[in-house]
């Protein structure tokens, strides 16, 4: 038994110092923050979502050519948390997506409520969100106006 106990303590010593960062936490690498809803919910929601786009969408097919998309968030509540995991880089446009229930994934079955434009109203110009290497970008809030939802060709003469 004193065999195995000499030998095993220092291997146990190795591996912890193997392990000098113990249990710490991946870092987490995107963007995060707050939605808060302005009007009432529209009708036959099946979801609402953040997405994250590297360059302002020029046709409506652009988007669903997104970088990332959030969790789904609750739209029958004030505000919702979002996180959206996202490589490092410079995104251009963080929208607020609301899709309809029972419809196919396209633009036709999407709404944009707002977007990120560094506080000011939900549909003012949009601006860039930096994301840095396992760092999170927190605290972007967003405004999502249900009473002003526009169409995705909408927003996007709005962008340009």
Not at 26 to 35: A, D, L, T, W, Y
Not at 82 to 105: E, F, H, Q, S
């Amino acid at each position: 038994m004193k065999k195995v106990t000499i030998l095993l303590i220092p291997a146990l010593a190795l591996g912890i110092s193997a392990c000098d960062e113990g249990l710490a936490p991946v870092p987490f690498q995107g963007v995060s923050g707050g939605v808060v809803y302005s009007g009432s919910v529209l009708d036959s929601t099946e979801w609402v979502r953040v997405a994250a786009f590297v360059d302002l969408p020029q046709s409506e097919i652009d988007l669903l050519s997104f970088a990332a998309i959030s969790n789904e968030l609750i739209p029958l509540e004030d505000s919702a948390h979002y996180v959206v995991d996202l490589n490092t880089g410079l995104y251009r446009w963080l929208p607020v997506v609301w899709k309809r229930a029972d419809t196919p994934l396209s633009p036709d079955a999407l709404r944009i409520l707002g977007w990120y434009t560094g506080g000011s109203g939900p549909f003012e110009a949009p601006q860039p969100v930096s994301i840095e290497t396992d760092k999170e970008t927190g605290d972007i809030e967003l405004i999502a106006d249900y009473e002003s939802a526009m169409t995705v060709e909408e927003a996007l003469e709005a962008i340009r």
